[in-house]
T-cell receptor, first 111, second 116 residues
């Protein structure tokens, strides 16, 4: 079992719709969770971080964390073609520890 | 946000040569930097953790004699791919934690290495 799992996609959504991405992790003591966006040939860019159960909203993005079920999700509202990218879920066990990345979900937003 | 500069952006070299990649934190001091490798359509794989003034910690399966890491100052870490071979062709990315927010990791722009 991979430490951090994501559906590779591609997840195809029409422009203006909501894109829903999921990520599950195996280490129960994980404390910090991050979503990164990566365009092809570029390095990852931090979108959201979440540390406690529940929802966290930032603009069109909402991260949801459920530690009991060991999953974290990302919602992208009003999806735009510029949101087409690979979204990486990353998990850290404790402050100062290394990040473990999922395989990424490729999102395609069609005009 | 914190800025991490990585150089060069891309490099093409002949098999057997060595390539040095630099990673600099421009507006903060990074006591810890991380080096990742990413093959096409795959996720980031941590190669090593670089701590200023001490030896790097390598992940299992990463050859420390082939991937030399030097973190001589709080703002600079280098990765040298020694005697590069075509299988070393990959996208190499450095990252650093900002002292202002130890939870967040900021990435360099990456280096695409192609070994002929």
């Amino acid at each position: 079992q991979k430490e951090v799992e994501q559906n590779s996609g591609p997840l195809s959504v029409p422009e203006g719709a909501i894109a829903s991405l999921n990520c599950t992790y195996s280490d129960r003591v994980s404390q910090s969770f991050f979503w990164y966006r990566q365009y092809s040939g570029k390095s990852p860019e931090l979108i959201m971080s979440i540390y406690s159960n529940g929802d966290k909203e930032d603009g069109r993005f909402t991260a949801q964390l459920n530690k009991a079920s060991q999953y974290v999700s990302l919602l992208i509202r009003d999806s735009q073609p510029s949101d087409s990218a690979t979204y990486l879920c990353a998990v850290r066990r404790a402050a100062g520890n290394k990040l473990t990345f999922g395989g990424g979900t490729r999102v395609l937003v069609k005009p | 946000g914190a800025v991490v500069s990585q150089h060069p952006s891309w490099v093409i070299c002949k098999s057997g040569t060595s390539v040095k990649i630099e990673c600099r934190s421009l507006d903060f001091q990074a006591t810890t930097m991380f080096w990742y490798r990413q093959f096409p359509k795959q996720s980031l794989m941590l190669m090593a953790t670089s701590n200023e003034g001490s030896k790097a910690t390598y992940e299992q399966g990463v050859e420390k004699d082939k991937f030399l890491i030097n973190h001589a100052s709080l703002t600079l870490s280098t990765l040298t791919v020694t005697s590069a071979h075509p299988e070393d062709s990959s996208f190499y990315i450095c990252s650093a934690r900002s002292g202002r927010d130890n939870e967040k990791l900021f990435f360099g722009s990456g280096t695409q290495l192609s070994v002929l």
